[in-house]
């Protein structure tokens, strides 16, 4: 037995089924389209944004020499540079001590001195710390640390002790800034040298 659909039911079918599809295409299709074309206007904006960065030449290296020649004017010297860049970064410098005291390293159950492995090759590097104290506003002690670690000299900042003498803005700060640095060990190098 065949149904036949009322024709007032096929009337209003035909009525009612574009109707909800422009709706689901106002409410839904329309608001995502906007969302994709702000999405790829978006992403044209960041395409622009990486040629232009990928278009600039690569900043030159700068060049640091990494380590000092053991000379005896070496101290005096350091001492000098860190002066110079105290006064660039309007600092007063207060205090230094160019030989502070080493880390006391663990004794042996032994009482002998350890003797060294002939099979590890000795140090060519020596490292060197030295404690530098200024004394300026906050900025300024700032200025100073980021010279330090931009200098023509690799130096490492290995800690910080900061005090101010208030609590108010613009107090001048105390620093106490310990600075290491890398001397080369001519004996050593000739030791390697030999070896190989």
Partial sequence: MKREIDPIVMQRAAIWVPIVAVLLSVLVVYPAW?????????VEQKE??????????????????????PKP????????????????????????????KETAKPKTSSE????????KPPEIIRTV????EVEAGYPAVRAFMS???????????????????QLVAGATCRAVVEIERYILDPVALAKVAVAK
């Fill in 147 to 165: 010279t330090v670690l931009s200098a023509p000299r690799l130096y490492a900042i290995t800690s910080v002790e900061l005090t101010r003498s």
């Fill in 112 to 119: 002998e001195p350890a003797k060294p492995d002939p099979n």
């Fill in 48 to 69: 622009a944004q990486l040629k232009a960065v990928l278009s600039r030449p690569v900043p030159a290296r700068r060049s640091v020499v990494p380590t000092a020649d």
């Fill in 73 to 100: 004017d070496e101290p005096p010297r350091f001492l000098e540079e860190m002066r110079a860049v105290a006064r660039a970064s309007h600092c007063t410098m207060v205090g230094f001590d160019l030989t502070p």
């Fill in 34 to 42: 906007g969302r994709y074309s702000r999405l790829r206007a978006d």
């Fill in 129 to 132: 710390r030295a404690k530098v």
